[in-house]
């Protein structure tokens, strides 16, 4: 301690007094535990005591005091000195780098597995280690770990040789492997330095006395006492006990989150928002202080919350009244265990001291109380359900870092966790918490580990301690006879339930099983299997079923449980067989004492005598129709999986080692597995049908992939094992008689047996087909190791071979069917196998591959695979038919395969096919299905027999099988002849659908006749007569073929002649064509006669203007389905719309949205579109008053729905939604549908020619005097300045005051406009309401107000609507590269134009003098120099078209007379497309150009945008101008840029060309519905033809009556010196350089909007799903202190991550608690969100508060799928097209319509309550 400063005896601080008095102590030998106790009692209450009345949510501490007082002191004492820093850096060094990574994993954290190094899928990496190691190139799987007791294997050197690891045991961070030979520093105690050996001693007092405070403190149940010795007695001599008391809630599994909040709401009378952070923190915490105050508040506080929680039956919640001293401990030994966390990891040496006084039985106890004679870590252990939440995961992490890092403190830890296994898993199950925070959940840390299982089994004797503690839990649900039997009680089965974690156990105990054996082991392995025996044989036989004969069976029995119990018992099962077939001699003694058992439950049944052929057999006779039968037979399929074992030992059944008292027979082996084939036989034949759906249940989970392995295919494993050890003949009576059908067997049974009864011949009939079945399946089903000669992976390949003959699957549709993965091996590679023998077919197109089988496995398909259900085997029968019909195969069938070899102990089951009884059998049917009046025949009874013929022949073929002569048996027993007979005889059409296969069975009986070469006599004859017909059969082939070919011929014939006779006609009639069509299409075709009209370029604006066409639009109602034409006087049509709030378009995401718009004003639309309403609509047409009667009934019908049932939750009436009738898409509106007019037949008058200039000095001129002629009016100084507008003088009146230079031209104007006003017809009432409520419908939707139809927003409003519209689909139309007309789906061109024509007639509707008022503000804000400068919004402040629209739809309203506006429900339309159109366009124009200039950096400009001379002639003609260079200049000079570079004249053309043309889009598609001008024609061709960005801009000014030269746009000086004014508006320097300093004084904030807006995207996700996944492990709840966060939840539109799914994260938002996506997205999304629940691997989709969806992620693996809820765990990537989709559901508006969808299309989705995501 040479480089440190001892600690001196003159130092005052009490931490350095405490320090040395205990040092001074400890060298004198005398310093004990109840010294550092003596300390805590003073010191610990001051600290960590809750202040009276205090704030319970706030409570806080001195944390920085309480270290220097409490824990500062300790670590000095440990080290000695004062910096203990520097021994503990020092200590760290001596230890080697550790080999272990042993990160313990958070709630939520990946975790991985490798597939190809690993040999435990149980042992995983974290993220650090798996991104370092070679594992990341391998095949691996992704999971999610649940927290609480796992870490890092990484390193693990007790798992490295051959129990987890192939290779690559190591990451490149922990590879140490050199250390794990060196032992001679084996003791970590010995690395310590001699210097600092002290240290030891001192650590070793120090733990104890922190462990035993901890212990003790944390189980304390005197709430109101301190133990003696921390009782403060310097205190209490000065006072009396302070009375200050705390109410403890804490947290149960029982009541709800509601429950709580509700009860703390009303108990401690808090407000919902505190009540619900009380409910997270009980939920998180385990437990919260929820009152601070006097000891009779508190009780009265528990008293209260007693009483509520125990409504109902229910058990009340736990609260504790404790005093604060009692609380402040108990805070202090949490702070005490996260010390001791950190300690242990500096030095390897902390832990083995750590390790050595948990190990102790020395346990310090306070005085009075009786010292434990046990370990302080078992007396940790069994207080664990004592402890809250918080307290047992800190213990349960100081466990697992502390002791189950070592190999040899992990067994210790083993041992005493065994021992007290049975009193810790009943706490459990008695106990409420999640199995994840209870100290059983370490079993698996210590049971996953192979050589420490099989130890504990050799040594603790684990299976029994196991198995033990599960039957006590068993014996409550045992009945009368000793079997399980369980009720419905839900609480009894929740309690059970938990108790199936202790089968988890087993299995992880016996996941691995022994290489080497030794006694030890093998003794307590029998033990434990001879108690597993006991509890199979309870479950033997539970709940028995009898048939119902009489009614129906009144209550459904409960089945659930048994079941359940069986899926968690099955894999233990066959681990169970594992184990035993690795040993021989555990083998032959678990099979001796199994088949004793097994012998008591079939020894007491009686038998009677049958006879069939000459065959006698003594059958047990047992009525499975009348008497109990079950599907639960565990104990004897447990003796059948043994019995397979004896194989692979070259062992028999009947050897002296199973000569045992009561030994079952053969017969009696397979007599409980086949009543249950039978029963299922009898159900499948209907005769189960009264029994309810308890037993259909029960049958499907007996055949499903979960438990058909260890049920069904056991069951046939048994029967194969009968009928291996069996005389044939007499093996077929025995189940014949079981299935009743002896009878049937009989000859005479169609003359003397036969019974009329319908039901009685159909179950006959059933019963034979499913006879037939079960034996095909005894004598060819060989794919399972030891019956057939054939290894796992040949079955494996065996059930591929048999699913995907059905149809091409999925890799996860595949995975499903095939077994579980409890009974495949970890290194069994079953993508391996897939590939070996399917196909894998990636689609073209964005959907999931599939796998497709190898044709040359087509062979191998069997019609009767014994997993197929009976859909399954029609769905493979009818596409393998299909395919060989496609094939153009002879035969169209599908025999059987040629099955393998029996392994040589079922080689016997050969002669069940040739043996008389099968061979009556056969005949029998054929019999029957020769003669006509059988009326047992069934066409599948026929199929069956073909087949087991098939594998007759195939086996005598294959000839491995001795003496086996089934071929000549057939001849001998004439079924040869039989089968003859009916392929000749007039039954053929009875079997017709099989003849194919009886002609496969018949050319098989002769191959096999040849290969054995028999001496038949009639052999050759039989071979000539077969010729004979195959020659016929060739012959008539041929025939047909000669047919079609004449038939070809004499079509084609045909066709020439008509074709011959059609020229003539249309040359003897020449002049009649000439005449009648000038123009003929050079088209090939004769009848093409089309004539193409001359091309007329349309302009829609100005005073050029051509190309219009009006029509008469005619819709037919969808709900009275009458048709009527579109009129401004009749019946209102109207379209269902779809009005939303969206913030799609925003180029700002930064300012997010106000709850409260009701200030908002939408006359000066910002450019960053922040927010906007949008309108869609379906297209479906419905007239006015139908839609109405509509709406009226949806409305009342869901008020009349029950509150109990809830509302339609795809729709909310009280947001006036709705479905459309026809398409059912969501609609909250409808919008009137307005006929076009033809202006130009009204039109006598000159049209106004006025040029730019003079017209934007005139309304110069206009706005002016406007104002001028204010202070003449009888106006009060005070007047509001929307309201002057309004009163403002007639525009005549004006225009005698303007120069006269001007005057004529706005004269004309005006006259232009008065005689536009339709006057002849008044619009019809209806028209006129439907438009006023539209309106209203989008003020009040888009600005979330209530109505108001004074308000001076309305009109705005559907302006702003219109542009925002305008410009959501000019961008999606951008992003498909498609044109603005031609490529318009017919939903967006019927919404367009509906919606332009509304606002083109809204004058009808609309307020004049509003209207007024909106247009000159507009116009002084962009003519007159004063306003604009003193306005505070610049022009990079406001979005151009919004300004065009506003200007275009009010400027008629200037030119109305007074009379007009008094009677303007008869005005229709007022916007012409006229010359102030079109300078309105001219104008915008250039304030868009500025808007590019200033906010696009010149490095945007390209170098060389095309050849020079190729732009000079396309695009000028001559040289190039140099306007818009100056022009460019004039505007940066303005706006203040001193350094700025400028471009040369063609790259700034080329680039404002490119760039207005989002502008130009927009408005072309606005004055195209406006004007009904057509579109140009090279847009509405249609054609693949791409057009230029300059051609474009040539066709759109064209169209827009606009030049494409800038040196015109821009040659009015007026313009030019307005652009400039515009640039020197004092926000736009400030814009500009992004400056902040005068943020207070402007309306918004200065932000860059760069113009044009370029398309919004998704947020980008990494291409790696584990990349995302890692990036948010460490997320951390915002508002829980660093708590990490359960549901990370990642907003797509701006890349927010939020906690998801938690109370913790709620907010208020407009008087409803929402969760933090819900309340997120009504800032960012306006309501709607699309969020990536990233642990859940799903998209959520969000839409207002109470509606929501899921759908599939972008992420896909290498099969094409999604994994939602990542089950699978396979590697996931970015899919960059179903993100893509995801992008357009957003940019097209469409979150809302596809929830509606989802919620219309799936129940389970309205039950959710989406407003707490």
């Not at 991104?131 to 999971?143: D, E, F, I, L, P």
Request: with cysteine; proline share 4%.
């Amino acid at each position: 301690m040479c480089d440190n400063e001892l600690i001196s005896s003159s130092m005052t601080h009490i931490c350095d007094e405490f320090s040395q008095q205990w040092l001074k102590r400890h060298e004198s030998r005398v310093l004990a535990v109840k010294d550092f106790r003596q300390h805590w009692a003073q010191t610990v209450p001051k600290l960590y005591s809750p202040a009276i009345d205090s704030d319970c949510l706030n409570i806080q501490f001195n944390e920085i005091e309480a270290k220097n007082q409490l824990i500062a002191p300790l670590e000095r004492f440990m080290t000695g000195v004062r910096t203990p820093q520097t021994i503990f850096s020092r200590l760290n060094k001596t230890d080697d780098p550790p080999t272990l990574c042993g990160r313990i994993f958070k709630a939520g954290e990946p975790t991985y597995s490798c597939c190809d190094c690993g040999l435990d899928p149980l042992c995983v990496l974290c993220v650090d280690c798996f991104r370092n190691s070679n594992h990341k190139n391998h095949r691996y799987k992704m999971s999610t770990s649940s927290g609480g007791s796992g870490f890092c294997d990484c390193g693990d050197k007790d798992r490295i040789i051959s129990e987890a690891w192939k290779s690559n045991p190591f990451c490149d961070i922990h590879n140490q492997s050199n250390n794990l030979m060196d032992n001679e520093m084996n003791d970590p105690l010995k690395k310590i330095p001699p210097e600092l050996s002290d240290i030891i001693d001192r650590t070793r007092l120090v733990f104890k006395a922190v462990l035993c405070y901890c212990f003790e403190i944390l189980t304390w149940n005197q709430n109101l006492d301190l133990p003696e010795d921390l009782i403060n007695r310097e205190e209490d001599t000065i006072a009396e006990k302070d009375d200050t008391h705390v109410t403890m809630l804490f947290n149960d599994e029982i009541h709800t989150y509601e429950q709580v909040i509700n009860t703390l709401s009303r108990a401690i009378d808090c407000l919902p928002k505190e009540a619900t952070e009380y409910a997270t923190i009980i939920d998180r915490e385990g437990r919260s202080i929820v009152k601070c105050s006097t000891l009779q508040v508190c009780n009265q506080v528990k008293v209260n919350i007693e009483k509520i929680t125990s409504r109902h039956g229910s058990k009340p919640v736990r609260v504790d009244v404790m005093h604060t001293s009692i609380v402040a401990h108990q805070t202090f030994a949490t702070r005490l265990l996260s010390w001791l966390h950190e300690i242990i990891n500096y030095c390897e040496a902390f832990r083995c001291i750590l390790v050595e006084v948990l190990m102790s039985k020395d346990v310090y106890i306070s005085e009075g109380i009786t010292s434990p004679d046990s370990p302080l870590l078992e007396l940790i252990m069994c207080a664990d359900t004592q402890l809250w939440k918080f307290m047992r995961n800190q213990w349960h992490q100081l466990f697992i870092s502390g002791l189950l890092m070592d190999s040899r403190s992990k067994k210790e830890f083993a041992k005493v966790f065994i021992r007290n296994y049975g009193h810790l898993m009943n706490d459990f199950i008695l106990d409420d918490h999640d199995h994840s925070i209870s100290i059983t959940s370490l079993s698996l840390q210590l049971f996953t580990v192979p050589s420490l299982a099989q130890t504990l089994i050799a040594e603790e004797n684990v299976i029994v301690v196991l198995l033990k503690t599960f039957l006590n839990e068993c014996g409550r649900h045992r009945n009368h006879d000793g079997k399980l039997a369980f009720e419905r009680n839900q609480s009894a089965i929740t309690t059970f339930r938990r108790s199936h974690y202790i089968l988890f156990d087993l299995k992880y105990i016996l996941s691995a099983k022994p290489s080497e054996w030794t006694d030890d082991l093998r003794k307590n392995f029998l033990l434990g299997l001879n108690t597993l025996v006991d509890m199979l044989k309870w479950m033997q036989g539970m709940d028995a079923v009898v048939r119902q004969v009489g009614q129906h069976v009144e209550f459904e029995a409960e089945w659930e449980t048994g079941v359940n119990l069986q899926l968690r018992l099955a894999p233990i099962v066959g681990l169970v067989i594992e184990w035993c077939s690795s040993d021989r001699s555990t083998l032959i003694k678990a099979l001796r004492y199994t088949l004793k058992e097994l012998a008591e439950f079939i020894s007491s049944c009686p038998s009677n005598e049958w006879e069939l052929c000459g065959y006698h057999a003594n059958c047990l006779d047992y009525d499975v129709s009348s008497l109990p039968v079950t599907i639960h037979l565990p104990f004897s399929r447990l003796v059948a999986g043994l019995l397979l074992q004896l194989g692979k030992y070259d062992l028999n059944y009947n050897e002296r080692n199973f000569i045992v008292d009561k030994k079952p027979t053969p017969i009696q082996l397979i007599e409980l597995p086949l009543r249950t084939q039978v029963m299922i036989a009898q159900f499948r034949a209907g005769m189960w049908r009264r029994n309810g759906y308890s037993l259909v249940n029960q049958v499907y989970f007996y055949h499903s992939v979960k438990l058909r392995d260890e049920m069904y295919d056991r069951d046939i494993l048994m029967l194969q094992i009968g009928a291996a050890r069996c005389e044939p003949n007499e093996y077929l009576i025995h189940i014949l008689n079981k299935f009743n059908l002896l009878f049937w067997s009989q000859d005479n049974y169609e003359s003397v047996n036969r019974k009329p009864e319908e039901d009685f011949v159909r179950q006959t009939i059933s019963l034979v087909e499913e006879f037939l079945g079960l034996i095909l399946i005894i004598i060819s089903e060989r794919f399972v190791p030891g019956v057939g000669k054939v290894k796992h992976d040949d079955r494996i390949k065996k059930e591929i071979i048999q699913w995907l003959s059905m149809s091409p699957m999925t890799h996860s549709e595949l995975v499903k069917y095939l077994l579980s993965k409890e009974t495949t091996p970890y290194n069994c590679s079953i993508e391996d196998i897939i590939k070996e023998v399917a196909i894998f077919k990636r689609p073209t197109t964005p959907t999931t591959g599939k796998y497709e089988l190898k044709p040359e496995y087509y062979k191998d398909f069997n019609t009767f695979f014994y997993h197929y259900s009976r859909q399954d085997q029609s769905c493979a029968e009818e596409s393998q038919m299909k395919r060989k019909k496609q094939n153009g195969e002879e035969l169209i069938c599908c025999p059987p395969p040629i099955p393998p070899d029996f392994a040589p102990q079922f080689s016997s089951i050969s002669y069940v096919i040739d043996c008389d009884v099968m061979l009556h059998l056969i005949e029998a049917v054929l019999k029957r299905t020769c003669n006509l009046h059988a009326i047992s025949f069934s066409e599948t009874q026929f199929e069956k027999v073909l087949h087991i013929i098939g594998v007759g022949l195939h086996e005598e073929a294959k000839g491995s099988v001795p003496n086996f002569m089934f071929s000549k048996k057939c001849i001998d027993k004439g079924i040869y002849q039989l089968l003859e007979e009916c392929l000749n005889r007039p039954i053929v059409s009875r079997i017709d659908i099989h003849k194919d296969l009886l002609k496969w069975t018949l050319k098989r009986f002769n191959e096999v006749l040849q290969i054995k070469k028999a001496e038949f006599v009639a052999k050759d004859q039989r071979d000539k007569e077969i010729g004979d017909k195959s020659e016929n059969l060739s012959k008539g082939k041929i025939d047909r073929q000669k047919s079609a070919e004449m038939a070809a011929k004499r079509r084609d014939r045909i066709m020439a002649q008509m074709t011959a006779m059609q020229k003539n006609f249309i040359a003897e009639h020449k002049d009649f064509f000439n005449d009648c069509q000038p123009s003929v299409s050079n088209s090939n075709s004769l009848m093409d006669l089309t004539y193409e009209p001359p091309v007329i370029e349309s302009i829609a604006v100005g005073e050029n203007q051509k190309g219009k066409c009006i029509t008469n639009e005619r819709h037919t109602c969808i709900l009275c389905r009458e048709e009527q034409e579109v009129s401004i006087t009749g019946r209102c049509l109207v379209l269902s719309a779809f009005i939303q709030r969206s913030t799609v378009l925003s180029k700002n995401r930064e300012r997010k949205l106000g709850s409260d718009d009701d200030n908002m004003n939408p006359l000066f639309v910002t450019s960053d579109l922040n927010f906007g309403p949008h309108i869609s609509t379906c297209g479906h047409v419905m007239h006015a008053d139908c839609w109405q009667n509509f709406f009226d009934s949806v409305l009342a019908k869901e008020r009349r729905r029950p509150i109990r049932y809830g509302r339609h939750v795809s729709f909310d009436v009280d947001k006036h939604e709705f479905l459309c009738p026809l398409c059912v898409c969501l609609s909250n509106s409808v919008i009137p549908i307005i006929p076009a007019i033809d202006n130009e037949v009204k039109n006598k008058t000159k049209k106004s020619d006025i040029s730019l200039t003079n017209w934007l000095i005139g309304l110069h001129a206009i706005v002016e005097k406007d104002i001028l002629f204010c202070t003449e009016s009888s106006i009060n100084e005070n007047s509001d300045e929307k309201y002057i507008y309004r009163i403002l003088p007639h525009l005549k009146d004006i225009l005698a005051n303007v120069p006269n230079e001007f005057k004529e031209y706005l004269e004309n104007l005006f006259d232009e406009y008065q005689d536009n006003v339709v006057k002849n017809e008044e619009l019809s009432q209806s028209l006129l309401d439907v438009m006023k409520h539209f309106a209203q419908d989008v003020y009040t939707t888009s600005l979330l107000v209530n109505p108001n139809s004074e308000d001076e927003r309305i009109s705005l409003m559907i302006y702003w609507s219109c542009s925002y519209t305008l410009q959501s689909i000019e961008r999606m139309l951008r992003l498909e590269e498609k044109t603005i007309f031609a490529d318009l789906s017919s939903r967006k061109y019927n919404c367009l134009k509906a919606l332009v024509r509304y606002i083109g007639s809204s004058i009808a509707v609309f307020n004049g003098p509003i209207m007024k008022s909106h247009c000159i503000k507009i116009m002084r804000y962009l003519l007159v120099n004063d306003c604009h400068i003193t306005n505070n919004n610049c022009c990079l402040d406001l979005d151009a078209l919004s300004l065009l629209i506003s200007l275009v739809i009010t400027t008629p309203s200037l030119f109305l007379l007074d009379t007009d506006s008094q009677c303007n429900n008869k005005l229709y339309s007022m916007s012409l497309g006229n010359v102030s159109d079109k300078h309105y366009i001219n104008l915008m124009i250039v304030f868009n150009i500025v808007q590019i200039i200033l906010t696009q950096s010149p490095d945007n400009y390209t170098e060389e945008p095309m050849e020079v001379e190729e732009f000079d002639t396309s695009s000028t003609g001559q040289s190039v101008n140099r306007t818009i260079q100056s022009f460019y200049s004039e505007i940066m000079i303005a706006s203040g840029q001193s350094n700025y570079k400028v471009p040369n004249v063609l790259q700034i053309e080329l680039f404002l060309k490119t760039n207005l043309l989002p502008f130009l889009r927009s408005v072309a598609l606005f004055f195209h519905f406006l004007t009904n001008v057509s579109p140009p024609q090279k847009f509405k061709d249609n054609s693949n033809q791409s057009v230029t960005p300059v051609e474009e801009f040539d066709i759109l000014c064209h169209y827009l009556g606009l030049s494409s030269k800038f040196s015109v746009l821009l040659e009015s000086t007026s313009l030019r010196q307005l652009a400039l004014i515009w640039a020197r508006h004092p926000r736009v320097n400030v814009i500009i350089n992004e400056k902040s300093d005068l943020d207070s004084l402007l309306e918004f904030k200065p932000k860059l909007i760069v113009q044009p807006h370029s398309l919004n995207y998704l947020v980008r996700l990494p291409n790696d799903y584990s990349d995302l996944i890692n990036s948010v492990s460490q997320f951390t709840c915002p508002n829980s202190d660093g708590n990490d966060s359960r549901s990370p939840t990642m907003c797509l539109i701006c890349g927010t991550i939020l906690c998801s799914h938690s109370y913790c994260c709620q907010n208020d938002l407009e008087g409803t608690m929402v969760g933090s996506c819900t309340w997120h997205s009504h800032f960012c999304g306006a309501g709607q969100g699309m969020f990536l629940r990233i642990r859940d691997c799903k998209i959520l989709l969000l839409a207002g508060k109470t509606k929501g969806c899921y759908l599939a992620p972008p992420y896909i693996d290498e099969y094409g799928e999604t994994d939602q809820g990542l089950i699978r765990g396979n590697p996931l990537h970015l899919c960059e097209s179903s993100y893509a989709k995801l992008h357009k559901i957003w940019l097209r508006h469409g979150i809302p319509e596809q929830i509606a969808h989802a919620l219309e299309t799936s129940s389970n989705l309205a039950a959710f309550n989406w407003q707490l995501l």
